[in-house]
């Protein structure tokens, strides 16, 4: 050894290093460009001073992140099992559930806003409200939760309310599901695979017995026994998020109107009432 100092310059840096990382993005992409967060910093525009509004707008912009990827899969899943595929559509599915635990997580961080912190801004936005997220009522309508007159707050854009409108009309994920009970031999009547689709669905016995035999002989029937469990997910995720919407709002105004209009807490007690896929969990009392 020359007893000479190291230098910590000059030589090549270590394998590990953070020199290592790439720095010259004048000819390739950034993170920042690929994910565009110049537009996405400048949506959050708050519209008063108040501290938490910055807070408030962050959920929901996260939230509609999310509400948007789970149509995304759920239509993916939907044309697979318009196409009689029932194994592929559980991976969207299981997307889906585990996107609908991070909607839920976030009333969490926004229940950390108290009924004075909201009071600062409140006023501001007037009539604005997440009853009128077309990804949220994409969600239901995808999900069989139908409802004509909730098109109308999309009625003053086109691009928000056609989309909307052919959702409406067409099968939900378990209409889709219910066909292929009935491609299966299972006794699905007539009038459930062609019933009008714009309207709720309706418990129909002859279906109840058709999960019956499923859910009697899984062996037989494991894959629709497999995507039935996967939509009890989906709904139980649904009824934790629309709970957690429930109390966060109750704790947030108590008992005053919503900013869209609705009576608050007693619309969204209302809505805990919906059951999507009525046969699936009617099948557990007759096992």
Same mark, same amino acid.
């Not at 910590?8 to 290093?17: I, L, Q, R, T």
């Not at 418990?203 to 035999?213: C, K, R, Y």
């Given at each position: ?27 390739? =992409? +950034? ?9 996405? !910093?400048?949506?959050?525009?708050? %519209? @008063? &001073? *108040?501290?938490d ?12 992140v999310? =509400? +948007? ?9 939907? !044309?697979?099992?318009?196409?009689? %595929? @029932? &194994? *592929?559509?559980?991976?969207?599915l ?8 991070q ?39 995808l ?23 052919a959702?409406l ?10 066909r ?15 019933r ?7 418990t129909?016995?002859?279906v ?51 900013s ?28």
């Amino acid at each position: 050894m020359s007893g000479e100092p190291s230098c910590p310059f000059g030589g090549p840096a270590p394998e590990h290093s953070a020199e290592q990382a790439h720095r010259d993005f004048s000819r390739s =992409l +950034s993170y920042g460009d690929y994910l565009h967060l110049d537009e996405l !910093r400048s949506a959050h525009q708050p %519209i @008063t &001073d *108040a501290h938490d509004e910055h807070l408030f707008i962050a959920i929901h912009h996260v939230s509609e992140v999310w =509400l +948007s990827l789970i149509v995304r899969e759920l239509q993916a899943a939907m !044309r697979l099992l318009d196409a009689g %595929i @029932t &194994d *592929a559509p559980l991976k969207m599915l299981t997307r889906v559930v585990r996107a609908q635990e991070q909607l839920t997580a976030a009333w969490d961080v926004l229940k950390t806003m108290t009924p004075a912190d909201y009071l600062q801004f409140r006023g501001a936005f007037g009539q604005a409200s997440g009853f009128q997220s077309q990804n949220y009522r994409m969600v239901e309508f995808l999900l069989g939760n139908r409802n004509s007159t909730l098109l109308r707050p999309h009625e003053h854009r086109a691009d928000l309310h056609r989309p909307l409108a052919a959702a409406l009309h067409a099968p939900s994920v378990y209409d889709l599901t219910l066909r292929l009970l009935a491609a299966r031999g299972l006794p699905v009547p007539a009038e459930v695979l062609q019933r009008d689709y714009a309207q709720p669905y309706q418990t129909n016995e002859a279906v109840l017995a058709s999960w019956l035999s499923v859910y009697c002989d899984t062996e037989t029937y494991w894959d629709l026994y497999e995507l039935a469990e996967k939509l009890v997910d989906v709904e139980d995720n649904f009824r934790r998020w629309r709970f957690n919407h429930l109390t966060t709002v109750e704790r947030t105004i108590g008992f005053k109107r919503g900013s869209g209009g609705t009576s608050g807490v007693g619309y969204l007690r209302g809505a805990l009432d919906v059951v999507l896929f009525p046969e699936l969990w009617d099948v557990r009392t007759q096992l």
